[in-house]
């Protein structure tokens, strides 16, 4: 089976940085995604980790520890338009992710 | 846009009625996952067909069913509907060759959002 566990609510400030935390416990194991989803919208893909460590993309980071079950989005430099929710999803042996609830992260001036 | 194509956009139908969702993956997709959201629950798989086979099974219940056609696009039809059933139901499509995700993304559409009443 799989499990996703992620805070439920964030909040931060217009040009901080973020670390969004998500931790889970996967069978068969076959990597962590990160969407980001705006109310009402489709979720969007921001990374895919399989690999122990920091993939970096522009203002989003992603880390994957696979010892651990944990894997975290850094978000740097926030915008106001990154206020959404932004959902964890851990792949298993079918390889379909299955979705956290999701974090909804608040960017305030 | 992501390319996947779902309609209608927005369903209001009453209980124990029966609807039908339908979806067009992207340009040269052969996946094609159901997903269902509501505000307690999360994103939730339901299902998922590859090039007109269905591949895997999640939490999909029996009065639901769907199928992929052989132009790809993909019909979730939803039976005896309930007051609980009401969320977005999204359609994503992947374009790995085996059917499955891998290391690649999955486009989702817009969603559905049906509304029981």
């Known amino acids: 089976g799989q499990n996703i566990d992620q805070p439920t609510e964030m909040t931060a400030t217009e040009g901080a940085i973020v670390q969004i935390n998500c931790t889970y416990q996967t069978s068969g194991f076959n990597g962590l995604f990160w969407y980001q989803q705006h109310a009402g919208e489709a979720p969007t893909f921001l990374s895919y980790?399989?690999?122990?460590g920091l993939e970096e993309k522009g203002r989003f980071s992603s880390f994957l520890s696979r010892s651990k079950g944990y894997s975290y989005l850094l978000l740097k430099e926030l915008q106001m338009k990154d206020s959404a929710s932004y959902l964890c999803?851990?792949?298993?042996?079918?390889?379909?992710?299955?979705f956290g609830r999701g974090t909804s992260l608040i960017v305030h001036p | 846009d992501s390319g996947v194509t779902q309609t209608p956009k927005h369903l209001i139908t009453a209980t124990g009625q029966r609807v039908t969702l339908r979806c067009s993956p992207r340009?040269?997709?052969?996946?094609v996952y159901w997903y269902q959201q509501s505000l307690d629950q999360g994103l939730q798989f339901l299902i998922q067909y590859y090039n007109g086979e269905e591949r895997a099974k999640g939490n999909i219940l029996e009065r639901f069913s769907a199928q992929q056609f052989p132009d790809l696009h993909s019909e979730l039809n939803l039976s005896s509907l309930e007051l609980g059933d009401s969320a977005l139901y999204f359609c994503?499509?992947?374009?790995?060759?085996?059917?499955?995700?891998?290391?690649?993304?999955?486009?989702f559409g817009q969603g559905t959002r049906l509304t029981v009443v």
């Open positions: 999803a851990s792949a298993g042996g079918s390889y379909i992710p299955t």
């Open positions: 340009s040269g997709d052969l996946s």
């Open positions: 994503a499509s992947s374009p790995h060759p085996r059917g499955n995700y891998m290391n690649t993304e999955a486009f």
């Open positions: 980790n399989v690999l122990d």
